[in-house]
Every structure is written in structure tokens, then in C-alpha cells.
């Protein structure tokens, strides 16, 4: 269920169930429901998306880097807004500290484990990251599940928020479609080392690697699948509702698993790099409330 779907199935005047405990039983944060995300502007949106293009290309720029090169574009903007408006996308400097979030003080930050380690077959290693995906009049972020060997995306959804129930959504489906890998590497947003993330890693037996403070490149596959995510598709289509953007990452998720063959997997596509392993012969670990899911 879409974090707009929970959102709107609190009832402020219920009877026996406070907002708090709505919020909590609907995994929602009880400051997104009293504070929706407030729309931006159509000029801040579209410097929104030149603001991602531009970082794509350049993922080393903080705010004042970023400022002086959208003036050389053309754009006057000063640095509290640049800074403000990359805060919102989760975008940060790759020597700075991840590009998600920042770290939740209050969480457990798990070692990185992938050091010198051979990754060569499926489900040995998963990885996931969250981006920022601009659309004609708003953005959504969107998450995804990868399979570290094979680069098969095995789930993905999108949020107009980044609270982390959307990633625990996309993570149960993975598990339920393709069992489970032996070592789940993330980096260090608050979403992924909420209790709610791992307490799911840590029920299937799954063991945390978690990458080092601005070491983007520990995650460097599912960053590759970002920039091609985009420019072969987002930015090509200028999507204006959510449900077209939807739409359109599936199209190009199916295209990107069963039909692009990538040179690093001798001209495979990730479906066939990825082999058999997968709903029809591998369950492994299946959250509860997605059997009846799967099923229907």
C-alpha cells in the first residue's frame, strides 16, 4: 500500500485509536500526516530537475559548486536555496556523506562487509539505494532492490515522502519473489538503518553491510542504474502525473531486466545473468501479508 493510501486512512476522530497510534500501526510518521509536503512552485521544480542533471554528471558538487555552475547555465539562485532544494532531493556531495540521508543518530550503524569479497553469484549479495525523480509539475523518490552480481532490479516502488515504509514495501516483495541473499549492503539514511529495515534483514537471517560515511562508490552498481534510469528514461519522457511515471518505470524496468544486455555480464541481460533463481523455484523467506498478496 502507497504511503498516500496509509495517509488517507487516518481517522483524526476515531473513537478508541489516537493519530499517534494510527501513525504508528500504519508505519506512517505522525509529522507527515499533521505536515503533508507542501508543492513547489513550477520555476522551482523545473531548476529542481537541472539541479539533478547537473548532479548526475557531477556527483563531487556541494551547494556552492552547484550554485556557480547553474549561473553558468544561467540560473540565479543563491546557496540557501540551492542547498534547501538538494537537502529536499537527498542529494549530497559524494565527499561529504551519503546522498540519501543522514544518518539517524539514535541507529545502529552496521560494519561494511563487502571489503575484498568476491560477489560472483546470485542472491549472494543485495543492495538498494533511493533517487530523486523529477516530473512535470512534482517529484517522487523511488527505491529499488538490486541483486549485486547480476544488477537484476528484483523490486522497486516510489513515495511522494521518504519515509521508510516504501523501502520496507519494495524489500518484503524481493524476499517474496526471489528468497533471500546472504549479505543486504545499504548506506547510512535514516531509512535503512531504521529498526523497521533491519528488524526485516535480521528475521530472515540476512546479515547488514552497511557502506562507509560519503563512500558512494560501496553502492556504485545501483548509482549506474540511476543514471541510465534517467536519461534513457525519465528525462526523455517529462512524465506529469505520478501514475504516468509508475508506468513508465515499469516499462523500463522490464526493458532494463529482460532486454539490455550489459557488457560486464558477457552480453547477458540481468534476467539471464540471474539465471532460474526466482518465484517460480526459490520462496525463502515470505512475510505474512504477502502470501495473501502474491496469491491473488
Known sequence: MSAERRHDMVEPSH???????????????????YYPP????EVTLALMQVIDRVFLDCPW????????HLHRLG????????????????????????????????????????????????????????????MRRGFLYLVAIMDWATRKVLAWRVSNTMDVSFCVEAL???????????????????????????????AAGIKVSMDGRGRWMDNVFIER???????????????????????????????????????????QTPTEAYGKIGFSDQRGYIPPDLNTKLAA
Open 38 to 41: 507542501v508543492p513547489e512552485s
Open 225 to 267: 542504474l540511476w543514471r541510465s534510469l534517467k536519461y534513457e528514461c525519465v528525462y526523455l519522457n517529462d512524465f506529469e502525473t505520478g501514475s504516468e511515471l509508475r508506468a513508465g518505470l515499469g516499462r523500463w524496468f522490464d526493458y532494463y531486466n529482460n532486454c539490455r544486455p550489459h557488457s560486464t555480464l558477457a552480453g
Open 75 to 134: 540560473h540565479e539562485s543563491g546557496r540557501h536555496r540551492v542547498r534547501r532544494l538538494m537537502a529536499r532531493m537527498g542529494l549530497a556531495a559524494i565527499y561529504q556523506r551519503p546522498r540519501t540521508s543522514d544518518p539517524h543518530p539514535e541507529h545502529r550503524i552496521y560494519p561494511y562487509l563487502l571489503r575484498k569479497l568476491e560477489i560472483a553469484r546470485p542472491n549472494h549479495v543485495w543492495c538498494t539505494d533511493i533517487t530523486y525523480l523529477p
Open 15 to 33: 473513537a478508541s485509536l489516537s493519530i499517534v497510534a494510527q501513525c504508528r500501526l500504519l508505519s506512517i510518521s505522525r509529522s507527515s500526516w
Open 61 to 68: 558538487y556541494g551547494s556552492r559548486q552547484m550554485v556557480r
Open 172 to 202: 518484503e516483495e524481493a524476499l517474496a519473489r526471489y528468497g533471500k541473499p546472504e549479505i543486504f549492503n545499504t548506506d547510512q539514511g535514516s531509512q535503512f538503518t531504521s529498526d523497521t529495515f533491519t528488524g526485516v534483514l535480521r
